[in-house]
Nanobody, 125 residues
Framework: QLQLVESGGGSVQPGGSLRLSCAAS????????LGWFRQAPGKGREGIAG???????SYAKSVQGRFTISRDNVMNTLFLDMTNLKPEDTAMYYC???????????????????WGQGTQVTVSS
């Protein structure tokens, strides 16, 4: 069973940057979907970035132009580069992987059954 471990979260001031990593226990280049999600206190889980095995990428409007999803198939790692962070980006961030199924809907929570444990991002002055 594929396992995912996130890292890179922390506290940062508004306007700052962070890089989140999601280390996988095996090869991820053949995953139909890879995604980053976040959940703020009292809110539902939001799909913010999705990447399929054809390298099609989608972003939520809330992060478009500020966040970048990428993967390194040699390191078996998924990344989320976050710039110009805002207080409303404060949340627990999760990565997810799905080896089979549709190549679309990579930002939908229902697409995935493999999740990491999460890493906290706090944006505050």
């Amino acid at each position: 069973q594929l396992q995912l471990v996130e890292s890179g979260g922390g506290s940062v001031q508004p306007g700052g940057s962070l890089r989140l990593s999601c280390a996988a226990s095996r090869y991820i280049g053949n995953m139909n979907c890879l995604g980053w999600f976040r959940q703020a206190p009292g809110k539902g889980r939001e799909g913010i970035a999705g990447l399929n095995k054809d390298d099609m990428i989608s972003y939520a409007k809330s992060v478009q132009g500020r966040f970048t999803i990428s993967r390194d198939n040699v390191m078996n790692t998924l990344f989320l580069d976050m710039t110009n962070l805002k207080p409303e980006d404060t949340a627990m961030y999760y990565c997810a992987a799905q080896p089979t199924g549709s190549l679309y809907g990579c930002r939908l929570e229902s697409t995935y059954n493999i999740w990491g444990q999460g890493t906290q991002v706090t944006v505050s002055s």
